[in-house]
C-alpha cells in the first residue's frame, strides 16, 4: 500500500479555482493508478478523475468535465487536481486513492485512500 495526504482545499467563490495536491510515500509511486473522488455527508462516494501510472490516460465524471484536470509528477510522488470554473456542487470533501491497476471510476479497484480536504465554494 502507499499512504496519500491531501492539501489544497479550501473555501473559494463560485468561478474561482483551486488546486488539490496529494502526496504519496512509497517507492513504487510511478507505477500506481490514482484517483479523485467526492464525498457529501450522507451520499456515496462519487468519482471526479482518474490518471493511469504514465498520465497517458485520464478519465472525468461528466459533471467535472472540462473544468477540472488531474496531473501528476512521478518524480514528485504527487497527483495534482485542478478546478477551475467552480460551482457550489463542488462542495465536499475531497479524497485522492491509488490502485495497482488503472479502474477508472470504480471505487473498489483502489487500494488505499487519503483522509480526505475539504473544499467549499460559496455562491
Known amino acids: 500500500q502507499v499512504q496519500l495526504v491531501e492539501s489544497g482545499g479550501g473555501l473559494v467563490q463560485a468561478g474561482g479555482s483551486l488546486r488539490l495536491s496529494c502526496a504519496a510515500s512509497?517507492?513504487?509511486?510511478?507505477?500506481?493508478?490514482m484517483g479523485w473522488f467526492r464525498q457529501a455527508p450522507g451520499k456515496e462516494r462519487e468519482f471526479v478523475a482518474a490518471?493511469?501510472?504514465?498520465?497517458?490516460?485520464?478519465d472525468y465524471a461528466n459533471s467535472v468535465k472540462g473544468r477540472f484536470t488531474i496531473s501528476r509528477e512521478n518524480g514528485k510522488t504527487t497527483v495534482y487536481l485542478q478546478m477551475n470554473s467552480l460551482k457550489a456542487e463542488d462542495t465536499t470533501v475531497y479524497y485522492c486513492?491509488?490502485?495497482?491497476?488503472?479502474?477508472?471510476?470504480?471505487?473498489?479497484?483502489?487500494?488505499?485512500w487519503g483522509q480526505g480536504t475539504q473544499v467549499t465554494v460559496s455562491s
Open positions: 486513492a491509488a490502485g495497482t491497476y488503472y479502474s477508472g471510476s470504480y471505487y473498489g479497484g483502489y487500494n488505499s
Open positions: 490518471i493511469n501510472w504514465s498520465g497517458g490516460r485520464t
Open positions: 512509497g517507492r513504487t509511486f510511478s507505477s500506481w493508478a
